[in-house]
C-alpha cells in the first residue's frame, strides 16, 4: 500500500516558519491533507484538497503539493501550535492512508 | 460541522469482543460517509474502517478484517464498531470521524479499547 514520510519532529522559534513535509511516490497526483493533534486532544483538520483550509483555521496555516512532496507551512508560529502533525492521503484501494506524524515544537 | 461522541470503550480480554457506537448530533449524518480511526498508546493514526452513507459501501483494513463490522443506524443517526476476536496490538483510542469522503472534516473525542489479561 502507499506510504507516506515525515520527520519525527521540528523545532521553530516563536514568530518564525514551520515546514513540516509529507513523502510520497508522485505525491503530487494526490490530494494529501493535514491534521492537527494536541495532546489528550482529538486530532482536527487544518488544511485539506494540499492547499484549503477549513473555516476557523488561521491563514497561518497552507499548504503545497508537488512531486514527491507535500509540505505543511505554519507562519508566525505561536505556542499554541506546538502539536503532532499528521498528513493523510485517500488510497485507490479506499483506504485512508496516515504519515506517521511529525511532533512540532516551539523552542 | 458534525458533532461526534464515541462509547463503549474499556477492558476486555484477548478473544473477546466490543461493541463501540458513535452518536451524532446534526441531521446531516445520513448523508455523511463515516470511518473508524484508531491510535495505539503514543502512535500513530490508523484507519480502521469506512461505510458510505447509504451503507452499500463498506472497506477494513487488513489488520481488522474478518473480525470487526461496521455498520450505522440513520434513524438513531449512530454508527457501530462491532469488535471480535480482540487482540492485544488492538488497544487504542478509536474515534469516529465523518469522510468527506477523502478527508476526514470532524472527529470524535475518543473511546479507549485496552485488549489485556
Known amino acids: 500500500s502507499y506510504v507516506l514520510t515525515q520527520p519525527p519532529s521540528v523545532s521553530v522559534a516563536p514568530g518564525q516558519t514551520a515546514r513540516v513535509t509529507c513523502g510520497g511516490d508522485n505525491i503530487g497526483g494526490k490530494s494529501v491533507h493535514w491534521y492537527q493533534q494536541k495532546p489528550g486532544q482529538a486530532p482536527v483538520l487544518v488544511v485539506y484538497d494540499d492547499t484549503d483550509r477549513p473555516s476557523g483555521i488561521p491563514e497561518r496555516f497552507s499548504g503545497s503539493n508537488s512531486g514527491n512532496t507535500a509540505t505543511l507551512t505554519i507562519s508566525r508560529v505561536e505556542a499554541g501550535d506546538e502539536a503532532d502533525y499528521f498528513c493523510q492521503v485517500w488510497d485507490s484501494n479506499n483506504d485512508y492512508v496516515f504519515g506517521a506524524g511529525t511532533k512540532v515544537t516551539v523552542l | 460541522q458534525v458533532q461526534l461522541v464515541e462509547s463503549g470503550g474499556g477492558l476486555v480480554k484477548p478473544g473477546g469482543s466490543l461493541r463501540l457506537s458513535c452518536e451524532a448530533s446534526t441531521f446531516t449524518f445520513s448523508d455523511s460517509y463515516m470511518t473508524w480511526i484508531r491510535q495505539a498508546p503514543g502512535k500513530g493514526l490508523e484507519w480502521v474502517s469506512y461505510m458510505s452513507s447509504s451503507g452499500r459501501s463498506i472497506y477494513y483494513a487488513d489488520s481488522v478484517k474478518g473480525r470487526f463490522t461496521i455498520s450505522r443506524d440513520n434513524a438513531k443517526k449512530s454508527l457501530y464498531l462491532q469488535m471480535n476476536s480482540l487482540r492485544a496490538e488492538d488497544t487504542a483510542v478509536y474515534y469516529c470521524?465523518?469522510?468527506?469522503?477523502?478527508?476526514?472534516?470532524?472527529w470524535g473525542q475518543g473511546t479507549l479499547v485496552t485488549v489485556a489479561s
Open positions: 470521524a465523518s469522510a468527506l469522503p477523502r478527508y476526514l472534516d470532524s
